[in-house]
């Protein structure tokens, strides 16, 4: 089964990393997703630009509203994401703890709905 982990970071605490310590750990998280990578473990990942950098769209009443950042009141902002294959819920959460970003925010660690299954179900599969 498919995991997303979603990788949230709270720049403030990044921050406070001493000189050098971030290229440290990207490094270390670069080669241990090689390694899953190898293994047939990791599918995807990829960091995203700040949420600075974002927009966030809603559409209420029919009426859209484009707003400037993550959607969220919150210090903690996507930050990435790994799509890894695991066995089950707990596997995927030991994979995610290999990671050192929940130092620094939080992975949430989320099954990835079976989209060939639902176009089945609605009749289009």
Known sequence: M??????YTDDALLETLPPGEYDQLMRGCLSHADELK?????????????????RSLRIRN????????????TKEVLAGFNLIEA???????RIAHEF???????????????????RQRVGLG
Do not use: K
């Not at 498919?2 to 990788?7: A, G």
């Not at 066995?87 to 959460?93: G, H, M, S």
């Open 2 to 7: 498919q995991y997303l982990l979603l990788v």
């Open 38 to 54: 190898q293994a047939g473990t990791l599918i995807a990942s990829q960091q995203l630009e700040p949420g600075r950098t974002a």
């Open 62 to 73: 029919g009426q859209p509203a484009i707003t400037d950042g993550p959607f969220a009141e």
């Open 87 to 93: 066995d089950n819920l707990d596997e995927a959460v």
């Open 100 to 118: 050192p970003w929940s130092r620094f925010g939080c992975i949430e660690v989320r099954p990835v709905h079976d989209m060939g299954l639902e």
